[in-house]
């Protein structure tokens, strides 16, 4: 009697553990937004020269002098700074991880060239680079005396190896193939100890971008994979201010000052990370001052947290510029009278107001602010009447049924934000079914199988890379058709021959250019419906500043240091 | 009785291999790519595709199951495709740390629950038993999502006798094992009252107090003795719950334990953490069963005799 028993509750469980995980995707969270004002006293790294000719020299960073004085603070210095996390660090491995990872990899490590708090590409662990007159060959002056944290030596040959790691024959998929995917890997030539070149397989103007994003290009110290092999992302070794010391999964990640560091030591001895899901039980730990720093604090709670002097709240547009991606390869949507009546017949104030409280911006732009080469090109202010107008001109008098789909839980206020515009196109004429997908993976697959079952998808792309050409290729660019991210199915010759200028280009002012062009015709093709960008905002506790989150969310903790009282 | 055990113990096996071809029969049919969540986000199609390929998830299903039975069989669940580390390292702090706070939860909810229950009983249609009642109906409906941050606010914030979240020592404790309890306790509350009256009514209880034995001794060695089955069920069943982990407590309160594992890993399509967690939370529950079942045999011959 009791075996039958066992067994139900057992297959019970297994279903019940798979189904609810299925039908609550809302307890994932929501990879929202982050930014901050960069800290005006932040010591600024030395910037790139200009060099005519074709190839573009960059002058050896000259040290920024180490501080010679301790800051002086009366009473006891705090050394350790808390941050409340979001999610749970999957791995170290800085090829393979993803996300918040990616960030406590960057205080692990560095990448070759990094953007500064301006979006400016500097040196980090090469000195200089020269591009070659072809417009593919990179060459990297390396910087020297430079160790990992195990002492390996930071030069040519370690550089090489990471290359292989990430794009060699026998290299796994990975995050920096992805990232790093640019390069030809046959092409790597190391030169003498501290120079190597290498080709990318064409002109791509985003290249620096890309190896510099914090989601790849960060070096491995080759000695701590041969001496972890598939265990090294538990390991992390690296060349960052800051090395591993303690690391509890799920519990909390401690990292320590690398007395050794190269560059410009933190203030800071420690920096434990923990892993806190729940929104609300962040705020609490940010306001009982367990913690000092927490990330994506809900927008509901900002007012009320900026009225508490213990506590400042930054917040800065981040760049996903929110829009409902119309589905062009099928009616109504392949009629750009359409989309543009889409366009007019939703009231993004009120989204933004209401939903928002204020709290976000309505794009007049298919690039969000905060990415280079934006520019406000018009806007599609709220019009019932004329929304009804083109509707007609396109034979649509009666309207027509459409399929909305939206995420749930995934993007800050998903599903309150399409049933708001459901119920604007539904007015408008454009009946709207909103589908809602409570599970991310069941979400990503049906945008490719089966392409013909919506009409639209809400959706907020973030640019990874903070340069254009990561907005517009893989969302707008015909060959990406029928695959991941585009989409509206949307392929135009004219937007086609712009995102191929702007990806080929190299030099930036022909660059901007092409993406002034792009966005201008975008805007009046309209493959999307135009919503907003949010803010997004970091808790930080009084006293503590140069917390640095850039506007892709993540955060940079290593020129925090106390304020003197 | 060794033989009862015995017997009882050689079935969990089938069971185990029957939940370890559900489960994998159930992951297959769900919608959803592993390959298409772990690929970063600008990764092409070319790249999910082989990705799909590295991961084995191309082959015929029959053969992925084969590959995964033999594996369990050697005692290796394979690695998380997401972490890259051995499920079993994977899974092993995070069951620890379910354990620990169902074990503090159960030594919080059993002397309460019993308490109450006893209480209940003793004085059945009083004011006392009609607020003991009312209040576990209260216990039973409190959302632990609600009471978690209710607690949180009064002992961190307001009072800050307690850390708010995370897993350190007994203090970190406290508040979700409160979350967790209050279903507990009520529950065994309300099972103890009416397993307590059904045997209050009985013949030899009459008889005990007839001979004039101390109410108490009534109470505990004739009353509580023979009431003692349905509730020994009723918390065997909680603590195996409580094992697979409770996906809302652990998330409020931060803390690294199975539920909040099992939600990650199905979100991101992890097939051996899911598996590896599944298979674990069943080979418990079934020990839990057996215990329950063996400490009832032990409790009542009859349930000896008659197998």
């Known amino acids: ?565 | 009785m060794v033989k009862y055990v015995v017997r009882r113990t050689a079935m969990v096996l089938p069971l185990l291999l029957l939940v370890s071809a559900a489960s994998f029969l159930l992951l297959y049919l769900v919608p959803g790519d592993p390959a298409t969540l772990l690929a970063p986000p600008d990764a092409t199609t070319e790249f999910v595709e082989e990705l799909r390929l590295h991961l084995g998830l191309d082959d015929p299903l029959h053969e992925q199951y084969l590959r995964y039975l033999w594996g369990l069989i050697r005692g290796d669940l394979g690695r998380s495709y997401l972490t890259n580390r051995s499920v079993v390292e994977e899974l092993a702090p995070r069951f620890l740390a379910t354990i620990e706070l169902a074990l503090a939860s159960l030594l919080l909810s059993i002397p309460i629950g019993l308490v109450i229950g006893i209480g209940a009983a003793m004085k059945r249609g009083s004011l006392l038993d009609a607020f003991l009642m009312l209040s576990s109906v209260v216990g039973l409906s409190m959302p632990a999502f609600w009471l978690g941050l209710v607690l949180m606010l009064v002992f961190s914030l307001s009072l800050g006798w307690l850390p708010s979240s995370g897993r350190g020592d007994w203090r970190n404790l406290v508040l979700p094992a409160m979350t967790l309890s209050t279903w507990s306790i009520a529950i065994i509350g309300r099972m103890t009252r009416a397993s307590m009256l059904e045997v209050l009514r009985r013949d030899y209880i009459r008889t005990a107090r007839a001979k004039g034995l101390v109410e108490w001794l009534v109470l505990y060695r004739h009353a509580l003795r023979n009431a003692l089955l349905p509730i020994l069920t009723v918390i065997g069943l909680r603590f195996g719950y409580m094992l697979s982990g409770a996906v809302i407590t652990e998330t409020v309160f931060a803390w690294p334990g199975m539920g909040r594992f099992i939600v990650q890993a199905i979100q991101s399509r992890d097939y051996p953490n899911i598996r590896g967690a599944l298979m674990l939370l069943a080979a418990s529950f079934l020990v839990v069963n057996l215990l329950v079942d063996v400490l009832c045999a032990a409790a009542d011959p009859r349930i000896r005799s008659q197998q």
């Open chain 1, 1 to 565: 009697m009791t075996t039958p028993r066992s067994l139900v509750f057992s297959l019970m469980l297994v279903l019940s553990m798979i189904v609810s995980a299925c039908g609550s995707g809302a307890t994932s969270v929501p990879p929202t937004v982050a930014a901050t004002q960069a800290p005006a006293d932040v010591p600024t790294q030395p910037a790139a020269t200009e060099v005519e000719g074709g190839a573009a020299v960059t002058e050896p960073a000259t040290q920024a002098p180490a501080p010679t004085e301790a800051p002086t603070v009366s009473g006891p210095a705090q050394t350790e700074l808390i941050v409340a996390l979001g999610t749970e660090i999957s791995t170290l491995d800085f090829q393979r991880t993803s996300g918040e990872g990616l960030m406590v990899g960057r205080h692990l490590s560095n990448h070759l060239v990094f953007p500064d708090e301006n979006g400016e590409i500097q040196p980090d662990l090469a000195e200089r680079w020269e591009i070659g007159d072809d417009g593919m060959t990179y060459t990297f002056f390396l910087r020297q005396g430079v160790t990992f944290h195990d002492g390996t030596p930071w030069n040519a040959e370690a550089l090489r190896w990471n290359l292989e790691r990430a794009l060699g024959p026998d290299s796994p998929p990975s995050l920096a193939k992805t990232w790093m995917g640019a390069i030809d890997y046959s092409s790597v030539r190391v030169i003498d100890e501290y120079t190597v070149e290498l080709k990318t397989f064409e002109p791509f103007g985003g290249f620096l971008y890309s190896i510099s994003n914090i989601g790849g290009g960060l070096m491995m110290s080759p000695a701590s994979v041969d001496q972890w092999g598939d265990d090294v992302g538990t390991h992390p070794v690296g060349t960052g201010p800051y090395r591993l010391l303690e690391w509890i999964r799920g519990e909390r990640l401690v990292l320590e000052r690398n007395p050794d560091y190269w560059g410009e030591p933190p203030a800071f001895e420690k920096i434990t990370f923990l892993p806190i899901p729940e929104a609300t039980t962040r705020v609490l730990m940010l306001e009982t001052g367990e913690v000092d720093v927490a990330v994506r604090i809900p927008t509901v709670e900002v007012e009320r947290l900026s009225a508490n002097p213990e506590i400042n709240i930054i917040g800065v547009t981040v760049i996903r510029p929110y829009s409902i991606m119309l589905n062009t390869s099928q009616p109504p949507f392949d009629d750009v009278r359409v989309r543009q009546a889409a366009n007019y017949a939703v009231d993004k104030q009120a989204i933004v107001d209401s939903l928002f409280l204020g709290q976000a911006e309505i794009l007049n732009s298919p690039l969000p602010p905060g990415v280079p080469g934006y520019s406000p090109v018009g806007e599609y202010p709220y019009d019932l009447k004329l929304a009804k107008q083109l509707l007609a001109e396109a034979g649509y008098e009666n309207g027509a049924d459409i399929v909305i789909d939206c995420p749930q839980g995934r993007l800050v206020l998903d599903t309150e934000v399409c049933s708001a515009v459901g119920a604007m196109l539904t007015n408008a004429g454009l009946r709207t079914q909103t589908r809602i997908f409570g599970d991310y993976a069941q979400f990503l697959d049906s945008r490719t199988a089966d392409t013909a079952a919506y009409n639209g998808t809400f959706f907020g792309w973030a640019t990874g890379s903070l340069d254009p050409d990561g907005a517009f290729f893989p969302t707008l660019y015909s060959q990406n058709v029928g695959k991941r991210w585009n989409f509206s199915q949307y392929a135009n010759p004219t937007a086609d021959e712009q995102i191929m200028r702007g990806h080929s280009s190299l030099d930036w002012e022909d660059r901007a250019e092409a993406y002034l062009e792009l966005q201008k015709f975008l805007w009046e093709d309209a493959p999307w419906l135009y919503l907003y960008s949010a803010k997004g905002f970091t808790g930080v506790r009084a006293g503590i500043e140069g917390v640095f989150v850039r506007p892709d969310e993540q955060i940079l903790l290593y020129s925090a240091r106390q304020t003197a009282p």
